[in-house]
């Protein structure tokens, strides 16, 4: 419990979205907001939040949609709040915490909790900032109305997507819009199931950026403690190795939920005989509950687009090698979810040479946001899904874990070297890449 007292830096900058907002546009904490930034990005984001705020005052309410900004997974901060005015204990992402082993109490007591009954006790505190502040104020500067839906990411898609209905039933707004990075997508695209008919008459559209339709293979390397974001986590953390990571995150019911859905070859990782028998794997309820959320997801219509990442080095394949799995690795993605799960029958497509994390970050994706809710097209984007595999390479489980086991003393590094790591943590390892 003494490590729950203690206030780390992160924990101090871990403020409601409003309030870093309105410091950027006024300059207020402008020492701390620019070590925590940096120079580049704190710039940006203060031109950015300065038109926001000079929008909002000439925007005519209800003109346009109102806009449900839903982050991906690991998007949402999570952490406990504390009393007496005092900052949150940030758990997800203080890397303080991870350094000392904190992130196993990420860890669910029961798979089966994810169904029903009272959350767990750790709370969603705001957006990652780096990655969904930029996307929030340029739609804001846009004259749009921006909403953003923070959530435990932990927790089923069905749980979340009843959530998620309750706040939109209460929403008066004539026009909504759902705009969902990565696992965000599935979850817009689940809440239809749990609205009421207006409120599904009132959505207007749905877009999902990076999202992965057809599911990840990402998440198999999770359950396989193989996935790179985690190994490097595992990297800093001064006690805990990556498969001990992978329990905790083994019981995340939305992972599974995000799982390929096609068959891969003979290879079917929705049952347990399709997994190697040897080190980390899948919780069989988990993986037959995954099953059955799948299958009951509505079907796309002219309200659906999706706005593909290609040009990245990404796991666009996987077999079963003996005690292993082997990826296959090619420039057909975004660098976290192929091109083609990233498309949905029925919806219009766009796409843009970029990676995964960097895809609402990127104003060409916040222009093309503006027109299609502007217009119902967009001229900003590529339309249609391109891709070129370009040369694949194959990794296997071993390999990976050779390649990023090592541990890195968090300590050593200067602010702006941890800086870059924490950015980086999605950046495609070496071994993803031809060898010349």
Sequence with gaps: ???????????????????????????????????????????????????????????????????????????????????????????????SDV?????????????????????????????????????KLRLEASGLEVVVHDYDWRLSLETLAQALARRLERDSAPRLALVGHSMGGLLARAVLNHCSRRTRQRIVKLIGIGAPYGGAIGAAQVLRATYPVLLRLAAIDRFNKPETLSATFRAFASLYQMLPSAQ???????????????GPGPDPVLLATARRFLAALP?????????????????????????????????????????????????????????????????????????????????????????????SVYVTDAQLRRTLGRKIDWHALGPASRRHYLNALNAPPASYRPRR
Aim: with cysteine; hydrophobic share 40%.
């Design 1 to 95: 419990m003494s490590a729950r007292r203690d206030i780390s830096v992160y924990d101090r900058m871990c403020w409601p979205p409003d309030q870093i907002e309105a410091a950027l546009a006024t300059g207020a904490h402008h020492r701390e907001l620019l070590a925590y930034f940096g120079r580049r990005e704190y710039e940006l984001l203060s031109e950015l939040a300065r038109s926001a705020v000079s929008a909002r005052r000439r925007a005519a309410r209800g003109a346009r949609p109102k806009v449900y900004l839903l982050p991906g997974m690991l998007g949402s901060q999570l952490g406990w709040p504390r009393r007496g005015g005092q900052p949150p204990d940030l758990l997800w992402l203080d890397p």
């Design 99 to 135: 350094v000392r082993g904190r992130l196993s109490s990420l860890r669910l007591s029961r798979p089966r909790r994810l169904q029903v009954g009272p959350l767990p006790p750790l709370r969603p505190l705001g957006i990652i900032p780096y990655t969904y502040l930029r996307l």
């Design 264 to 278: 891969l070859g003979s290879l079917n990782l929705f049952a347990s005989s399709g997994w190697p028998r040897r």
């Design 299 to 391: 079907a796309a219509d002219e309200r659906y687009v999706a706005i593909v990442g290609t040009g990245q080095r990404t796991v666009t394949g996987i077999e079963r090698r003996g005690a292993q799995f082997r990826y296959e690795v090619s420039a057909a993605g975004d660098g976290t979810v192929a091109t083609a799960a990233a498309a949905l029958a029925g919806a219009s497509h766009y796409c843009l040479r970029c990676e995964h994390s960097q895809l609402p970050r990127e104003a060409r994706v916040a222009n093309a946001i503006t027109e299609l809710l502007q217009h119902g097209t967009t001229t900003a984007l590529r339309a249609g899904v391109h891709a070129r595999k370009g040369r």
